[in-house]
């Protein structure tokens, strides 16, 4: 789904929405104009990191979650002067990290007292389908706020509710769930490149107005949301792909943020 890192670097926001490091994030979203489907979410989300750290001068990233698939290499971080830390919580995942990358292990909704935590030492937090699997994502914010410098920023890419196609994955029994899973995407069997794990969408949404009170408590004041809708779960289901199509289209031009499918939830520290 994903261009080559190449393609994604000159992503800047068109006109001058903000000089380098002032402004606003919905001033950035603002020029940079994602489009409504979530195939642009996917095939921009590094270019997406890349412009935010070049628009705000941000060098030290820490990607949570990112285990055996960081969304950079060692080279890409060189290339691109960034100071990349991955964390896990899970030693094993953080085994598999490619070699080269600097790692972290430490539970991003934890108390903070592991040994690996630098507090205030991060200038940017990112993650990607991580937040769906976390029990308490509020904390996991405010945890976020402690380890995130003054002006950093964080921004997670993750699956909402209520999405049809993740509030059956929501609903049904993770037993039930993973063989569906399974059986659409056999690369995600045990054993496979891309395991799943149990999802709970705690505060997983594409609603600011849902989220903006949690983040505000978490400590955050500059926020912004970016909605996404449509998927490709139904490539191979002529039909049904077409029908849950239309409603997507429909759902992004009326902006139904309650049935959006993935979302970029986007918060700056104050300096």
């Known amino acids: 789904m994903s261009m080559a890192l190449t393609d994604r670097q000159p992503l800047r926001p068109r006109g001058a929405a903000i000089a380098a490091g002032k402004g606003s994030l919905e001033s950035f979203f603002a020029g940079l104009r994602p489009d ?33 698939d960081p969304l950079f290499t ?32 430490f539970d991003i909704a934890g108390d903070l007292s592991e040994p690996d ?22 904390r996991a914010w405010s945890n976020i706020h402690a380890l995130l410098a003054p002006g950093g920023i964080g921004l997670a890419f993750v699956p909402t509710l209520w999405a049809p196609v993740f509030a059956l994955n929501h609903i049904l029994p993770e037993k039930a769930s993973r063989a569906i899973v399974h059986a659409l995407f056999p690369a ?6 891309d395991p ?5 969408y705690d505060w997983c949404r594409g609603s600011e107005a849902r989220l903006a009170p949690m983040l505000r408590r978490a400590g955050f004041s500059d926020l912004h949301i970016q909605p996404f ?32 499918t993935y979302a970029y939830v986007v918060v700056r520290k104050e300096r």
Request: aromatic share 12%; hydrophobic share 40%; proline share 2%.
């Open 229 to 260: 809708w449509g998927h490709g779960y139904f490539e191979r289901m002529p039909g049904l792909r077409e029908l849950d199509g239309a409603f997507n289209r429909l759902a992004a031009r009326v902006d139904w943020r309650f049935v959006t």
């Open 74 to 105: 060692a080279e890409e971080a060189r290339r691109y002067g960034l100071d990349l830390v991955v964390n896990d919580i899970d030693a094993g995942e953080l085994a598999l990290t490619p070699k080269g990358l600097r790692t972290a292990r």
């Open 188 to 193: 995600r069997r045990e054993g496979g490149g």
């Open 117 to 138: 935590i630098a507090r205030g030492g991060y200038d940017m937090m990112v993650s990607r389908m991580v937040f769906e699997h976390v029990h308490d994502v509020e």
């Open 36 to 68: 409504w489907h979530s195939a642009w979410a996917w095939d921009h989300y590094e270019a997406t990191i890349l412009a935010l750290m070049h628009q705000f001068g941000l060098q030290r990233l820490c990607e949570i979650g990112g285990g055996r």
């Open 196 to 200: 799943k794990f149990p999802a709970f």
